[in-house]
């Protein structure tokens, strides 16, 4: 008989991803200073960011379609490996393409703890799915907020980047230790009796993959934006690390109360209203200046809170028989939609900083001129004006998903009435 301690598992859940989130607020807090140290431009940082995006949908479709065979705890085996490796490629990184293996290393770390862990939660409470995945995941937003809190502290204090990384070696090696002594139940779907044919049935249905689609805007929206504030809003603010830890703060706030939220609303009623305040976020992110800037972060914050735990929830609640991989399934395909909108607007935002320049400069110039140049002077300028233009051609997805999160509750009403009629 299986001694299954539900409350140590949910808490080693919860480290592991504090560890995937803290290597984005860290990672977001640092992409300047990597920028300066190695001399890379923006469509290099770019695709160094975008390495996390590619090595997570990978590791977390793969772990879908394995979980069920191999287990939850072996996956988590690998992850700690993964974490391990990648935080000390980081730490030692020379310049341009160990940053991009750690990145990666990182990133397949981060795709397998979800892998293994949204299963699990969904397994370890049936029939509280999405309220429990929303206090899991208030864990990401929780480690953006620690994450970025350190970095503006040991900046402050004139440490390192490399002593920043080394900080997730704490809670790496906890969650490893934690994982290796407990005991793992079977998923839900193989304690449920679903067969393999039900499952690919239940991913192949025109739901799932209407989840599947929307799930491309819901992540770019939160984590594009979430990764780039910093660097885009730059030279609008004098603070804006702290806008990123004031809108993943309002998120872990915001995570925390899910229960009543979402017994109001229904997932997808929480969804609709998460693109209503995203829009209005987002777009007062790109006009707003000065300290009004942080009333918009909120707006933001309040916005992308449910996204992600929600869209997880209601797969796992509305097509059940679509177990890991289905969840799995929707949070790579958030994951993999970042990394190309990341790549992509990289070289738009260095496109639009060159349309800026004089005629004929060459970016590479203007990166390495010394501070107080004339060149960085222009460079800092054509920043100030591009930053808010990319979140203004990124405020479409959110607009868009409004059009489809209120088709999605009315579709989801009258399939209510029908049951009911049955």
Known sequence: MLNIQ???LFWASCLALLV????FGIRAGMMNQLGIDFQLNATQLGTITATAFWGFPLAIVVGGFIVDIIGMKRLLVMAFIFHLAGIALTIFAQGYWTLFFSTLLIGIANGTV????NPLVATLYPENKTTRLNYFHLWFPGGIVIGTLLVTLFVHLGIGWQVQVAMM????LIYGYLFSKLEFPVTERVSSGYSSSDMYKAVLSPLFIFMFICMFGTAITELFTGQWIGLLLKNVTDNAILLLTLTTGIMVIGRAFAKPIVKQLSPQGVLLMSAILAATGLYMLSTFNGNSIFFAAVVFGIGVCYFWPTM????????PKSGALGLNLIGGAGMFAVSIYTIFMGSFYDGLIINRLPKGAVLDTYVKAPEGSIEAGALGAAKNLAGPEVLQVTLIIPIVLIIAFTGLVLYMRSRK??????
Request: glycine residues 4%.
């Open 20 to 23: 995937t989130s803290l290597s």
């Open 169 to 172: 070696l704490i809670p790496t």
């Open 114 to 117: 979800e892998a293994a862990c």
């Open 417 to 422: 009435a029908k049951l009911a009629i049955a």
């Open 312 to 319: 997880i929830g209601f797969v796992a609640e509305n097509i």
């Open 6 to 8: 539900t409350s140590k």
